[in-house]
């Protein structure tokens, strides 16, 4: 089981990453409009007894806006850092430059089940998907959270997909071992959800952009934060008993931004965020699915056009304001992996795995010598 107890962000505990300011939030929902909701699903312990427990795992749903995702849909772009993941709804994304579902994260073996909740939240709200009108594109991405979860018993129901869309909000992210996250481990210690973001200053437009990352990567050694090679300090904090797996897990990064981009701009933008991972160790291993979703606010796309041509919005890309841009989605992401780190607490799954939460302590002291605090 995790615990419970609260823990440090990384800003709270004097570690601050990067030169922008973040958002009032310091997540993904500084993007108006963006909402966020997570079920999480904890239940059982001992033995794994394939398709019955012990459960450890969850979806979180991440909305770009308030109304209709169907009707109004946003733009968006996805860029494919490597491709050993199931992102489903990946293609027509790259074929149409569109979201149209809320976008929902999970373990690997529910994206099935996940999906059919997100098409039944769009035939409900949109009773003529699939008879008067076009189908629906859900975006469901996923990392392996199988080194603590009965992943076979795709213990995520689609009530469990409604549940998270109804509970979205905006405002705080729950973080940590929430929702998809659950089950997650990263550079070897409990992984999970986390969220930050930047605010451009008033000369660039004031534009936001947020991250919200399903961090499951990395193996201990790897893991440098501010640019100290903190895994390396605590190579041998609490080793496992057994030998650690290779590493097979995987990242998905979304990233919310109400600068007017269009898909081309937004796959820009995706790009640089593997750059933030890298910042923390990355390094896109071969068995690691790393996928990044980038979506903007500022228009909205009819799924009923009134006529033959839209007029749409877009930034300059050439100067400060794109390059402004490309350093918020680096900062926004590399502090989202270190605060889902922060925030996850320690967890028995399955078989007795234990992933055990990063020691901030032992973590606080290292970064303190190294002088990146504040």
């Excluded at 394939?50 to 995702?69: D, K, M, Q, S």
């Excluded at 860029?79 to 293609?91: A, D, S």
């Excluded at 035939?123 to 009965?150: F, H, K, M, Q, W």
């Excluded at 705080?172 to 973001?197: D, Q």
Aim: aromatic content about 4%; some cysteine; proline content about 6%.
């Amino acid at each position: 089981m995790a615990l419970s107890a609260r823990r440090p962000r990384a800003r709270e505990a004097g570690l601050v990453l990067g030169t922008l300011s973040p958002g009032p939030h310091n997540a993904i929902t500084d993007v108006a409009g963006v909402r966020v909701g997570h079920v999480t699903l904890i239940a059982g312990e001992g033995p794994l007894v394939p398709g019955r427990g012990p459960v450890r795992t969850g979806v979180t749903v991440i909305l770009p806006h308030e109304g209709n995702l169907f009707r109004q849909k946003v733009p968006a772009g996805i860029f494919v850092l490597n491709g050993f993941g199931k992102c489903l709804g990946q293609e027509q994304i790259d074929e149409l430059g569109v979201i149209e579902s809320p976008i929902a994260l999970t373990g690997t073996m529910n994206v099935g089940v996940v999906a059919d909740g997100l098409v039944a939240h769009a035939i409900r709200t949109n009773p003529d998907v699939g008879i008067t009108t076009s189908t629906v594109n859900p975006v469901v991405g996923e990392c392996s959270d199988a080194y603590l979860n009965d992943m076979q018993g795709r213990h995520v129901r689609q009530e469990h997909v409604l549940e998270a869309i109804a509970a979205a909000r905006p405002g705080p992210v729950a973080e940590g071992c929430v929702g998809a996250g659950t089950g997650m481990s990263l550079f070897g210690f409990k992984g999970g959800i986390g969220t930050a973001s930047r605010r451009l200053p008033a000369l660039l437009g004031g534009y936001t952009v947020g991250a919200l990352v399903l961090g499951n990567f990395g193996r201990r050694e790897q893991l440098t934060i501010a640019g100290v090679p903190v895994g390396r300090e605590l190579a041998h904090w609490q080793p496992p008993v057994d030998p650690e797996p290779p590493e097979t897990g995987s990242v998905m990064v979304i990233l919310a931004t109400d600068a007017p981009l269009l898909d081309r701009g937004l796959r820009r933008l995706a790009r640089r965020a593997a750059l933030g991972l890298a910042r923390t160790g990355s390094i896109a291993g071969h068995g690691s699915g790393d996928y990044i979703i980038a979506f903007s606010t500022a228009n909205r796309i009819p799924h009923d056009p009134n006529g033959l041509v839209l007029t749409l919005r877009h930034i300059v890309e050439d100067g400060a304001l794109i390059d402004g841009l490309f350093q918020a989605a680096v900062e926004a992401t590399e502090e989202a992996v270190i605060n889902a780190l922060f925030a996850a607490t320690t967890m028995v799954g399955r078989d007795g795995h234990v992933r055990h939460a990063l020691p901030l302590d032992e973590t606080l002291a290292i970064l303190q010598r190294a002088g990146v605090l504040r």
